[in-house]
């Protein structure tokens, strides 16, 4: 949100421009991939970066993941299992939209415009989903 109303003032997990012709430049390499697999390679690899700002974002949630399956007090194995399983649902989720972005971006470049709109929405999402969790809990379960 601060992003939207405060561009380019303060801290920010924006992609910082100088980082920007790299990242187009592995889009671009992923689009060119001889093969499936060599594109699937790339997907996942610029994944890993997606999901250090995503962690950065949304640090909380798996925090609160890890507490909820700490208080079921559940055997060690089936604790270790669900963690693995949101780990993969959390890798799963951002190499999907690794993978829109790269389809996008071949089509289409996202305008600044654009990428404002799309970074409130993200943000008021958080936002809405960080209101549910203090105010009305018993709504997630």
């Known amino acids: 949100m601060k992003d939207f109303f405060a561009r380019h003032r303060g801290i920010s997990l924006s992609i910082p421009e100088s980082a920007k012709p790299g990242l187009h430049a592995s889009i671009r390499g992923i689009l060119q991939a001889d093969n499936l697999a060599g594109a699937l390679?790339?997907?996942?690899?610029l994944a890993g970066p997606v999901n250090l700002v995503k962690l950065l974002c949304t640090a909380g949630f798996p925090a609160l993941y890890r507490q909820i399956l700490t208080l079921q007090h559940m055997p060690s194995w089936k604790y270790y299992g669900y963690l693995g399983l949101y780990n993969l649902a959390y890798i799963f989720d951002d190499s999907h939209m690794v993978m829109i972005a790269v389809v996008a971006l071949?089509?289409?470049k996202l305008q600044e415009r654009a990428g404002r709109w799309l970074k409130s929405t993200s943000g008021l999402v958080m936002a809405g989903l960080g209101a549910i969790l203090l105010l009305q809990p018993k709504w997630l379960t």
């Open 106 to 108: 071949s089509r289409r």
């Open 41 to 45: 390679v790339g997907i996942v690899v």
